[in-house]
């Protein structure tokens, strides 16, 4: 049984640029959850998906957006960077209303 | 936001000593749940409670439950110089629109000596 995995594993941008981060749910996970870490602070969700559709978001602006695929994979993406967007993105996958199993994280760092 | 809060921020013991570190929330929970996270990597789950359970184990580790007084505790026993780590809990809230959208707190850092 496959982990969650996450790509790329570091990234530098800069203010204004568009990022994509990948998501590998793990194997028999229909649910895919997105955290933003901010250095020294817990995650907080940004958002989740059930069977590719939006399934509650927390308190992030629409720049930020996301998709689920068939095979429950995901992409998170970024528009218009700020530099308060720099932090570790972390993906976790679930069944749904069960544990979730996170990522490594995608330490974005904009400039 | 951050719904947790916990408590303390830093602690730092000797190996073989017992480690505590409390959670305190705000809202009504399905459950809670602890999380390790090493170095700013990703996030170790550890254990599950569900808001009608009081007390679980598993391995070293002990949580407990209190929904009146809305705060959980983690105990680690016989600590080891690997459990060196963030530890943070998360609120999965009740009544939300997405069941599974985890709260956590800021954690605490654990240190433990050799």
């Known amino acids: 049984e496959t982990g969650v995995t996450q790509s790329p594993t570091h990234l530098i941008k800069t203010r204004g640029q568009q990022v994509t981060l990948r998501c590998s749910s793990q194997s028999g996970h229909n649910t895919v959850s997105w955290y933003q870490q901010a250095l020294g602070q817990g995650p907080q969700f940004i958002f989740q998906y059930y069977r590719e559709e939006e399934n509650g978001r927390g308190n992030f602006p629409p720049r930020f957006s996301g998709l689920q695929f068939p095979n429950y994979s995901s992409e998170l993406n970024v528009n218009a960077l700020e530099l308060d967007d720099s932090a570790l993105y972390l993906c976790?996958?679930?069944?749904?209303?069960?544990?979730?199993?996170f990522g490594p994280g995608t330490r974005l760092t904009v400039t | 936001s951050q719904q947790g809060e916990e408590d303390p921020q830093a602690l730092s013991i000797q190996e073989g000593e017992n480690a505590t570190m409390n959670c305190s929330y705000k809202t009504s929970i399905n459950n809670l749940q602890w999380y390790r996270q090493n170095s700013g990597r990703g996030l170790v789950h550890l254990i599950l409670?569900?808001?009608?359970?009081r007390e679980k184990h598993s391995g070293r580790l002990r949580v407990t439950l209190d929904t009146s007084k809305k705060s959980s505790s983690l105990l680690i026993t016989a600590s080891r110089a690997a459990d060196t780590a963030s530890y943070f809990c998360a609120t999965d809230d009740a009544g939300g629109t997405s069941y599974g959208k985890l709260t956590f707190g800021q954690g605490t850092i654990l240190t433990v000596h050799p």
């Open positions: 976790a996958s679930s069944q749904r209303w069960s544990e979730q199993y």
């Open positions: 409670i569900r808001s009608n359970e």
